[in-house]
């Protein structure tokens, strides 16, 4: 064999392998994707849970019994009592709406919000999971995010069933008709249903600040009981001090000083100023009791 033939060949010189940079184009839609499926996990985890499910089932009773008790009283000596869009729900099921989100609006629906934001740290840190959860090559802020939009996800989910339970309620036992407002005007039935539909959704943007609470107490404590309560008193003080005429001037600042500002829907001409000082205060609210999460959370030791 001449020596020709035993050299070997020359061969293509090799790049050498180069991890992919965390600012390489497709970084972003990997970071968007990794974020929807810790979300989606987190949403299973808050939905699934049989303790919330039964809480939402619940919830759901409540129009529904509700509008069997006022079918039944409405012929009665107790007709006529109470706040007045709660003695129009005989003439018109669209008012039943607006009655359940009333009654859920102080307790329910808080207790219901301050479960869900309260257990969303809490519950992994009592339950000795958080510290394996952060194991994930996931940032505590996003992790934080997710969480945050799980609990205001099932806040959502909750006055949404409340609502759909109260109109499909309303309209089996009292009909659907034209909507008279409360200041005696009439309007069509399609303008009352989308009425109804503001009603609810400034009910579920007036819990996002008490989402926000609940988020930050649940960085503190390793105790999600005590969270859930702690959450769930703030908007039981913030209800009792705002009833105090002496208190005034912090009114303005209260949590739940607009909660039921939704009546402006039932006017002709609703006050946007006043909804939209509402929003405001809850936007101010998630702001303050966020950025407290994010830096509490961020920073903390997590040990269990």
């Not at 503190?220 to 001037?249: H, K």
């Not at 303005?252 to 402006?264: C, M, R």
Request: charge should be negative; hydrophobic fraction near 55%; glycine fraction near 10%.
């Amino acid at each position: 064999m001449s020596p020709a033939e035993t050299t070997p060949e020359p061969t293509e010189p090799t790049e050498p392998a180069v991890a992919e940079s965390p600012d390489s184009p497709d970084a972003p839609t990997r970071r968007r994707g990794a974020f929807g499926r810790l979300l989606r996990s987190e949403l299973g985890l808050v939905l699934g849970r049989r303790r919330n499910q039964l809480l939402l089932a619940l919830l759901t009773s409540v129009p529904i019994l509700l509008g069997i008790v006022l079918a039944i009283v409405s012929d009665s000596a107790y007709a006529g009592q109470g706040p007045g869009f709660i003695d129009r729900v005989g003439g018109n099921g669209l008012f039943l709406v607006v009655t359940s989100l009333f009654l859920c609006t102080p307790f329910l629906l808080p207790l219901v919000t301050s479960i869900a934001a309260g257990d969303a740290i809490a519950g992994e840190a009592g339950g000795g999971t958080l510290r394996y959860l952060l194991t994930v090559p996931v940032r505590r802020g996003t992790l934080l995010v997710a969480k945050a939009l799980a609990s205001m996800t099932f806040m959502l989910v909750a006055v949404t069933l409340v609502t759909a339970a109260a109109l499909l309620a309303g309209g089996l036992l009292f009909g659907f008709g034209d909507l008279t407002l409360l200041s005696g005007q009439s309007i069509p039935l399609a303008d009352g249903v989308l009425r109804m539909l503001g009603v609810a959704a400034y009910v579920a943007m007036s819990l996002t600040g008490l989402v926000a609470v609940g988020l930050f107490f649940s960085t503190l404590a390793e105790v999600p009981v005590g969270v859930m309560a702690a959450t769930v008193v703030v908007a039981i003080v913030s209800t009792v001090l705002d009833s105090l005429p002496q208190l005034s001037a912090i009114h303005p600042f209260l949590l739940t000083h607009h909660w039921f500002d939704f009546a402006e829907f039932l006017r002709f001409e609703p006050s946007w100023s006043l909804l939209g000082q509402g929003l405001a205060l809850q936007a101010a609210w998630v702001a303050v009791f966020g950025s407290l999460a994010w830096a509490r959370f961020t920073t903390a030791d997590i040990t269990s």
